[in-house]
């Protein structure tokens, strides 16, 4: 029972350079998020998708672009790193929105820009 | 836009005591608090949530309370327990809008 799966769990990158988070659920759920955790800060919303075909941005989306490619998966691009996005990512996903549903997470990539 | 403040930020209790965990909202239509446990190396997972139209949840040795009037909800960990260690979140939303969580509590429990 997979549940979320991310990939990759750790990553370094320099300054500039760019790359794709990936993101796939099993649970044929509708919505989809990309959240960042940083110390003190807690859990933020970067984007999120409502339902296979639409994206939204959240609390914190500059530096970043998704796609949901299909029902099951959503990538998270950051086309040019900055240190300031070394954090860990979650990609989540519910049956339909966050209100009333359980959001479940996948196990989180570490990514560290220098 | 809502806020959700969470207090305090580290907690350490001593194993067998209780362990109370406090979170206040702004947006007065917020009517769903979840919370959720972080362990080490591992995504959130939700443990217990309330809805506005209930004042306290509880299931086995953990437990929500909820004042709507003062907006504020809580969670409570009786009998606590090694495996009670981790990071815990707590989170605000109403209907057709997002989840807002908190920055979350650090709990250890001593032995």
């Known amino acids: 029972n997979a549940g979320v799966t991310q990939t990759p769990k750790f990553q370094v990158l320099k300054t500039g350079q760019s790359m794709t988070l990936q993101c796939a659920q099993d649970m044929n759920h509708n919505s989809m998020y990309w959240y960042r955790q940083d110390p003190g800060m807690g859990l933020r919303l970067i984007y999120y998708s409502a339902s296979e075909g639409t994206t939204d941005k959240g609390e914190v989306p500059n530096g970043y672009n998704v796609s949901r490619l299909n029902k099951r998966e959503f990538s998270l691009r950051l086309e040019s790193a900055a240190p300031s996005q070394t954090s860990v990512y979650f990609c989540?996903?519910?049956?339909?929105?966050?209100?009333?549903?359980?959001?479940?997470f996948g196990e989180g990539s570490w990514l560290t820009v220098v | 836009g809502e806020n959700v403040e969470q207090h305090p930020s580290t907690l350490s209790v001593q194993e067998g005591d209780s362990a109370v965990i406090k979170c206040t909202y702004s947006d007065s239509a917020s009517n769903y608090f979840p919370w959720y446990k972080q362990e080490l190396g591992k995504g959130p997972q939700l443990i217990i949530d309330i809805r506005s139209n209930v004042g306290e949840k509880k299931d086995q040795r953990i437990a929500v309370t909820l004042n709507k009037t003062a907006k504020h909800f809580s969670l409570h960990i009786t009998e606590t327990q090694p495996e009670d260690s981790a990071v815990y979140f707590c989170a605000a939303s109403k209907r057709a809008s997002k989840i807002i969580f908190g920055s979350g509590t650090r709990l250890s429990i001593r032995p």
């Open positions: 989540a996903s519910s049956e339909q929105g966050a209100f009333g549903n359980t959001i479940y």
